[in-house]
Nanobody
Framework: QVQLVESGGGLVQAGGSLRLSCAASGTIFSINGMGWYRQAPGKQRELVADLTDGVLENYADSVQGRFTISRDDAKNTVSLQMNNLKPEDTAVYYC?????????????????WGQGTQVTVSS
């Protein structure tokens, strides 16, 4: 079993910063990808940023230049540094990991989601 625990959400004024973190624990053989998504009320969940193959950074146009995704392999953690936050960034943010859980099946990749953390940006 794999568990993802998110932290770092909260309330911030426009122009402020927040840092989200997501730690994966449990039976992990390899991590093939990780990313952050968000879902605002009445909207579909959308990609914010991810690390393709765990290395290549990819950002939504709306956050390019303001958000930075990073990883800490030693802690199986992915973080999202969010600067110059805007009211339209208000949403529940979810982390996602793509990983293999067994060396016997290294190509069998599972998708796991964090529980979500609320980010609210006031104007």
């Amino acid at each position: 079993q794999v568990q993802l625990v998110e932290s770092g959400g909260g309330l911030v004024q426009a122009g402020g910063s927040l840092r989200l973190s997501c730690a994966a624990s449990g039976t992990i053989f390899s991590i093939n990808g990780m990313g952050w998504y968000r879902q605002a009320p009445g909207k579909q969940r959308e990609l914010v940023a991810d690390l393709t193959d765990g290395v290549l950074e990819n950002y939504a146009d709306s956050v390019q230049g303001r958000f930075t995704i990073s990883r800490d392999d030693a802690k199986n953690t992915v973080s999202l540094q969010m600067n110059n936050l805007k009211p339209e960034d208000t949403a529940v943010y979810y982390c996602k990991f793509l990983l293999a859980t067994s060396p016997l099946s290294p190509r069998t990749i599972y998708q796991y989601w964090g529980q979500g953390t609320q980010v609210t940006v006031s104007s």
